[in-house]
């Protein structure tokens, strides 16, 4: 299965300091979770993928679900391994398309700028 890291958490730990608790997305849009203890032998897996994912997207493959308490979480154990990182797309886009930037401020919602520079003006009118 491939899913997207979507946000961690570090949660005080029963038998250690702490452990994380780290969420995912599928490609179909479907939620999990799994645990990441430092007292276990598979955290060296995980502590790369959480210290990656603090700088962009990370994209996992070969995630195992596992039922536990009738819940389906993602095993800590799977044999996990990055295929995609820091937003270079969505899993099989072949395409190496920029992404579009997404403005921060609708001021030039067209390509005329002397319109833009107008509106901009009365904005500025606005606040006096």
Known sequence: MKAKIVGFREVPGKYSAHFYLIFFRTVEG???????????????RWAKIIEASKTGEIWLDNLILKTVKGQEIVDADSEIKICLERGKGEPGAESKAPRQATPALPLFEHQNWEKGRERIREMMGSLK
């Open 30 to 44: 479907k939620n999990y979770r799994t645990y990441a203890d430092p007292a276990n032998r598979n955290y060296p």
